[in-house]
């Protein structure tokens, strides 16, 4: 029987399934046959449907309310130590049980990519028997906030810099962080070229904005940001996708002249259709645009670690935050001309998401067959 490799994530906020699925993809890609990868939202799968469910809506509604998960990360950040005690009690019930799971099913690694799952996987292991390995790949990008910090975590694997020095302000031991990078989707890192993405969405040829709005549909002022764009003297052809927000698309197909999509599973095409990308700094979507090499027009962000997005992003020439009608209207002629898009592909393709990607599926096929490294991991990451 192949070994297993378990990824354990919560589907909320697409950051953290989109990387699920990206290791996963990686390992099949440079290992197929070798392993079966399965990829779980777990709380559900465990049978934690009520609290999954509250975890969910809390989200949407911190989406809806940014400034709750700002103030959200700076309570947990001033008081670490109280949080990780926190979700230890609250999740000691999910450690059981993922302990009695991972027992029956003994995969070869679990990859644990959310905070809390971090902290059940671990108290799993020292509490209830769990002895599969656990790594805890950190989702955020540049930072990471003490969400993350389980102090007795057998092994991270960050995309940044940034994001291991915070562990380690944190209290996670740094020899027990491995600096990689950030994974994106096979479809993301291997596009179909423009011109064919367009045909096949019936797409006209032409200078051409996706507006994403995630899976939930979620967006400050959607409808300003499209007639904005709809009415640009650019003259743009529009594409918005709402997600799950079936209310949002229904306006948008009543006023006309834009293409809607609800909730797509075909996002990598879209994004190669477009010529520029129009939303919120949701970090899956940051970096699924820039692997495709497409500028970014950051309309909002929600927690502190999508402000370091914004800021990554402008500071590399990748992008600008057009928190308002007049902003995105000026970006947008400047993300218009050629020369402007062609400098952000040709700039994004240093970021080496290929490489990143190809890197963590032989972490992790060497730590599920070998164990992990005897001395941390220490690469370029996300810079």
Known sequence: MKPHLFFATLAAGGGHVATARALAQAVERHYPGRFTPIVSDYMSDLGFHAEDERHKALWRWMLAHPWSARWGQRLMDRLPTLTNRL?????????????AHLGALRPALVVANHGWLAVALTR??????????????????????????????????VPSSGALADLVRFGVPEARIDLIGYPVQDAFLHPPAQAQARRALGLGDRLTCLVSLGGEGVGREAQRVVETLATHPTAPQVVVVTGRNAALRERLEARGGVHVFGFVDTMAELVAAADVVVGKAGPASVMEALAVGRPLLLTAYAGLNEQKLVRFVKARGFGDFVPTPEA??????????????????????????????????????????????TRPVRERGLA
Do not use: C, I, N
């Not at 979700?87 to 993922?98: I, P, Q």
């Open 87 to 99: 979700h230890r009690r609250t999740l000691d019930a999910v450690a059981k049980a993922a302990a």
């Open 124 to 157: 799993a292991q020292r509490r209830y028997g769990l002895r599969a390995r656990v790594l805890t790949f950190a989702t955020e990008p540049l930072d990471a906030s003490a969400l993350w910090a389980e102090r007795e975590a057998e092994r991270f694997v």
């Open 328 to 373: 995105l209207g000026r970006s947008l002629a400047r993300y218009a001309q050629p020369a402007v898009r062609e400098r952000v592909f040709t700039e994004s393709r240093r970021l080496g998401f290929d490489a990143m990607t190809r890197h963590l599926a032989h972490y992790l096929a060497a730590a599920a067959t070998q164990g992990f490294p």
